[in-house]
């Protein structure tokens, strides 16, 4: 498998605090038959100021430990959509997934779907491809499933949380991720974790669902063939 979305990078956002903690997320992760992984730290304006020098230098650090656990590390951004989410980009300020044309997006849960759509034929336009986080979270995609649709329509790629799928984070994320999985509108299922035992990495128990309810094929595809894309530039 490979994990597109995790905050295992120490000391940058609110997921692992220290070079332990991240090296005790990787061993984890392998652990659970992950070979490669994306860290995602948070670029939110006012919350999480995404201190680029650190990330870089944090990354260089950890890199060694992944190499011995046979992981593939590489860097990305879970960008908290704003009006200079292009410019950012373009900039160089934060990293697109495994510096690829796709980026992370994450918008607010009561964020509306007109602002959704927007930002996202604007990231579009910009020659990028979003894929956008943790789509249980977000109020006017939960009421209305089609709108998923429509944003896969548009180009984008939908992440759902492994956790979700499992439960882990309530009944309501449980029955809507699996709604989405049934009607084969997710493409990637990721950790999002953010530590050793606080939001753990649950990949291997999620894929075993969703390879048993939904076919190895379908498990196969979002937790290992689409997010080789991302990661190897495979067609």
Known sequence: MIDIHCHMLYGVDDGAKTIDE????????????IEAVILTPHLRHGMFSHPLDKIEEHYKKLKPYADECGIDLRLGTEYHVASDIVESFKSGRCHTLADSQYILTEYSSVSEFSFMLNMTKEVIFAGYIPVIAHVERY?????????????????????VNADAVLGIDGRGAKKYTRLLLKRGLVDFIASDSHGTKTRAC????????????????YADKIMEINPSKIIYKRN
């Open 22 to 33: 991240s090296v005790g997320m990787l061993k984890i992760a392998h652990e659970q038959g």
């Open 139 to 159: 109020g006017c995609l939960v009421d209305d499933p089609d709108n998923v649709e429509e944003l896969r329509g548009m180009g984008a790629f939908i992440q």
């Open 202 to 217: 649950n990949m291997k128990k999620c894929y075993d669902v969703v390879s048993k309810k939904y076919g190895k094929d």
